[in-house]
């Protein structure tokens, strides 16, 4: 599947299907968000309306159809 090589970029800091734990060095966990707040959060990396270090960037490198998708994964993740 697809997205799921998309969502495997996200790995390295929010651990494996997005379920990174408190004691992972990454960021928040992922898995079993609502789909429509990581779209959003998403979204608002892609357009620099929200504050990171890196997502800005790996976000461009996404459609906003690609990032819907991505999204829908984390979110069926448990």
């Avoid at 996200?10 to 997005?18: D, I, K, L, M, S």
């Avoid at 429509?36 to 461009?60: N, S």
């Amino acid at each position: 599947m697809q997205v799921r090589s998309w969502a495997a970029t996200c790995a390295n800091c929010h651990g494996t299907e997005g379920r990174s734990s408190s004691t992972d060095a990454g960021l928040a966990r992922l898995a079993g968000l609502d789909k429509a707040y990581l779209v959003e959060r998403l979204t608002a990396f892609r357009e620099g309306k929200r504050p990171a270090t890196i997502m800005h960037q790996l976000t461009k490198g996404y459609t906003p159809a690609q990032l819907d998708a991505i999204a829908g994964y984390f979110a069926a993740q448990k």
